[in-house]
Every structure is written in structure tokens, then in C-alpha cells.
Nanobody, 124 residues
Framework: QLQLVESGGGLVQPGGSLRLSCVAP????????IGWFRQAPGKEREGVACIDRSGGSTNYKDSVKGRFTVSRDNTNKTAYLQMNNLKPEDTAVYYC?????????????????WGQGTQVTVSS
């Protein structure tokens, strides 16, 4: 079963930056499109960003456009979410997910593999 592992979360002040990483131990990550999702306490999970297999197509939730950048390094089998100018409303558990479909989508039902999540807290 495809399982992913996220890392890079933590506590950061407003305006700060974090870079999340996502790997898929035992699997060839370049065969999968990747989505990044987050879930804040008491809220539904929402899509944040996505990237297709080659990295040529990306998309973002409106509220993170211009602040977050999704990328991937297929040689090193890692996907990234660079988060800049973080805001308190970005506080959530962040998940990466993988789909064999070569599309960039933030529709979570198409993703078959998920990570355990990494906590991002933005607070002064």
C-alpha cells in the first residue's frame, strides 16, 4: 500500500517560512502526481496545492497563491511545499497525497496514498 511521509512542520512566527517535504519509501515517486492538503482543528480537509508527475503543471488554493510553492525533485524522489509569509490561518496539519493519475487536482478522492501529516503552527 502506498504510504507517504511528510516532514518539515513546526512552530513559526507570522511572516516566517517553512518547507515541507514528502517522500514515498519503497515507491517510485515520479509515477505519481502529488497533492498537498491541510486540516485545521474543527475544519474540513482542504486542498492547498498540487503538482503533476513532471512538475510542469501546478495549482494552488487562492489564499496561498504567491506565498506557497509546490515542487518536486524526481531524482531525489521528494516533493516539496515551500511556504512563505505564513499567517496564523495557515495553522493546520499538512498532508501530502499521491495519485497515479497524471493530473494536478485538489480533489482529495482521487488520491490513494496519504501521509500521516505534519503539524504547522503559525503563532507569535
Amino acid at each position: 500500500q502506498l504510504q507517504l511521509v511528510e516532514s518539515g512542520g513546526g512552530l513559526v512566527q507570522p511572516g516566517g517560512s517553512l518547507r515541507l517535504s514528502c517522500v514515498a519509501p519503497g515507491f517510485t515517486l515520479h509515477m505519481y502526481a502529488i497533492g498537498w492538503f491541510r486540516q485545521a482543528p474543527g475544519k474540513e480537509r482542504e486542498g492547498v496545492a498540487c503538482i503533476d508527475r513532471s512538475g510542469g503543471s501546478t495549482n494552488y488554493k487562492d489564499s496561498v497563491k504567491g506565498r506557497f510553492t509546490v515542487s518536486r525533485d524526481n531524482t531525489n524522489k521528494t516533493a516539496y511545499l515551500q511556504m512563505n509569509n505564513l499567517k496564523p490561518e495557515d495553522t493546520a496539519v499538512y498532508y501530502c497525497a499521491a495519485t497515479v493519475l497524471n493530473i494536478c487536482t485538489m480533489t482529495d478522492r482521487v488520491y490513494a496514498g496519504w501521509g500521516q501529516g505534519t503539524q504547522v503552527t503559525v503563532s507569535s
